[in-house]
Nanobody, 111 residues
């Protein structure tokens, strides 16, 4: 299973980005999906997760009210809408489901 992230980039503080994660050829109807991130010199940390049916979402405290995780109409796609970005959000963002990980997409926020 190959997870593919996209949507990363460079943005000024206060800006927005939307990350996407898809798994071409696969569906994950029975699995929760999540986003993690890893900043330079730090451990990978949980950011947000969404239940298999999209009815429940979970966020790390530092992004609550700013980030929104959602499932696309295509069952094997999730999104992470990131608003009011801060320099501390700078990291490589990874998509995860079950034991599978994407390659990551870089998000850089300049102050």
């Amino acid at each position: 299973v190959h997870l593919v992230e996209s949507g990363g980039g460079s943005v000024q503080a206060g800006g927005s980005l939307r990350l996407s994660c898809s798994a071409p050829g696969y569906t994950f109807n029975d699995y929760a999906m999540a986003w993690f991130r890893q900043a330079p010199g730090k451990d990978r940390e949980f950011v947000a997760a969404i239940s298999f049916d999209g009815s429940s979402t979970f966020y790390v405290d530092s992004v609550k009210g700013r980030f929104t995780i959602s499932r696309g109409n295509i069952k094997n796609t999730i999104y992470l809408q990131m608003n009011s970005l801060k320099s501390e959000d700078t990291a490589v963002y990874y998509c995860n489901t079950a034991q599978y990980w994407g390659q990551g997409t870089q998000v850089t926020v300049s102050s």
